[in-house]
């Protein structure tokens, strides 16, 4: 199999064929294993000492990079090495076995503040509906998907994903269904999955007219020109989002995007939502639950109510208007 002893990065193009795994991992192995070789060497994997593994471990600690980060990438070089004594029995054991990177657990992420809401959603991207062009915004997502996120606290991936079916009105109730259904959809969780009735501001502002907009043109996809990333949905518009908030002068790290559901969850629970009705809104696991299951129960009054209880201090114009088509062969219609 090996003439001599692997370094990690032998070994890794070893354990990349034992299965198909994420884009996103393999970089992920990968850049665990340039940090490595970097604070290290590039050294045969049984020369690697738990001494080595110490001097590792500190050397990320002193990085300009998170602890949870740290933290991942000590285990990627620590899941090489389970593979290559495990798997391979190429060393006698793992010589970093029990070895750690505690994580912080010091919350830095906050929700949105009251006068950053309104700085944000001032502007004429909101006021005016005055779209950008090009995939990486996705034109219409851009102005979209920042206002669900703010009256439901979905995820960003999972927002980017959404078909046009996944808004519909069912027994007098619109939707919002999060779901790993459709092609190419996915989720964080078995908890992820749920249905959201969408919240009356939503309605108001015009999103269901926007959905069947979306369907009268033969679109599968809610954003059709958001270009998709297969890995991570929400990437293209998560960066297009940072760069934005940015420019209009929402300079420090946070918040970002994700902070919307940081938002979202501590209007309801101010407004004195249950736990169980707030994760099946979010999406969260339950405490104690074995996923959606324990969540999938709560009432649909209930939810509407956890819904609606997210308010905010801004007063958003209703300014969508269809989007501009042209008509194609066949009497389809494409987006220009």
């Not at 969850?265 to 707030?278: D, F, H, P, Q």
């Amino acid at each position: 199999m090996f003439a001599e002893i692997p370094t990690l990065k032998d070994l890794y193009k070893l354990w990349q064929r034992t299965k198909q795994r994420a884009k996103s991992s393999e970089k992920a192995c990968l850049l665990a294993i340039d940090t490595c070789e970097k604070a290290l060497g590039r050294l045969p994997i049984n020369q690697l000492t738990r001494a080595h593994g110490d001097a590792f471990r500190s050397w990320l600690q002193e990085q300009p990079i998170s602890s949870k980060t740290a933290r991942d990438r000590f285990t990627w070089i620590k899941s090489l090495l389970g593979y290559a004594f495990r798997e391979l029995e190429l060393i006698p054991r793992q010589p970093w076995e029990g070895m750690e990177i505690q994580v912080s657990k010091t919350q830095t992420r906050r929700a949105w503040k009251d006068e950053e809401l309104q700085q944000l959603f001032r502007q004429p991207l909101f006021t005016q509906y005055d779209t950008p062009k090009g995939k990486k915004s996705g034109s219409d997502a851009a102005y979209w998907i920042p206002i669900i996120a703010l009256y439901t606290g979905a995820r960003i991936g999972e927002l980017a994903q959404l078909k046009a079916n996944d808004i519909n009105v069912i027994d007098g109730v619109a939707l919002l269904h999060i779901t790993d259904a459709g092609e190419g959809q996915r989720v964080k969780s078995s908890a992820s999955v749920r249905s959201i009735p969408i919240h009356s501001e939503l309605i108001r502002l015009g999103l269901l007219e926007y959905a069947q907009a979306i369907r009268d043109t033969g679109h599968t996809r809610l954003w059709p020109i958001l270009r998709e990333d297969t890995e991570r949905p929400g990437l293209n518009l998560s960066n297009w989002f940072g760069d934005y908030r940015r420019s209009i002068g929402l300079t420090e790290r946070y918040p970002d995007f994700h902070s919307f559901r940081h938002l979202a969850r501590t209007r309801m629970a101010r407004a004195k939502i249950s736990e169980k009705a707030m994760d099946s809104i979010t999406g969260h696991e339950t405490q104690g639950s074995i996923g959606k299951t324990v969540y999938q129960n709560v009432d649909m009054t209930d939810r509407i109510e956890a819904i609606e209880a997210i308010a905010h201090p801004i007063a958003l114009p209703r300014v969508y208007t269809i989007p501009k088509m042209e008509t194609a062969k066949r009497g389809r219609h494409k987006l220009i």
